[in-house]
């Protein structure tokens, strides 16, 4: 069974930066995708950043060149590498695992709320 723990979060002011860590235990070999997720006070969850097994990344629109997901096979961690935070990014972030041949699958399988989730760390970003 597949436990995520996430840390890194806290409270910053805009324009500061942040890195999230989440160490993946035990770390996936193949066939998966590893994601940042951010959730809101009374909004829904929505997808951040995500990687898959071949190293490909993506993220959400609106965050690119803000936001960088890696990950570190090494130390079994994926980091997502906050800077120029907003006020908007203040939410509680989760990482999530999943797992199938088809990377559109696997990103599926997160957006449905499938999958290895960990419990999240809260990021605060003031005025």
């Known amino acids: 069974q597949v436990q995520l723990v996430e840390s890194g979060g806290g409270s910053v002011q805009a324009g500061g930066s942040l890195r999230l860590s989440c160490v993946v235990s035990?770390?996936?070999?193949?066939?998966?995708?590893l994601a940042w997720f951010r959730q809101a006070p009374g909004k829904e969850r929505e997808g951040v950043a995500g990687i898959n097994a071949n190293g490909i990344t993506i993220y959400r629109d609106s965050l690119k060149g803000r936001f960088t997901i890696s990950e570190d096979k090494l130390r079994n961690t994926l980091y997502l590498e906050m800077n120029s935070l907003e006020p908007d990014d203040t939410a509680k972030y989760y990482c999530?695992?999943?797992?199938?041949?088809?990377?559109?699958?696997?990103?599926?399988?997160?957006?449905?709320?499938?999958?290895?989730w960990g419990q999240g760390t809260q990021v605060t970003v003031g005025p």
């Open positions: 999530a695992a999943s797992w199938a041949i088809n990377p559109a699958r696997c990103r599926q399988t997160l957006k449905e709320k499938r999958g290895a």
């Open positions: 035990p770390y996936p070999s193949r066939n998966y995708c």
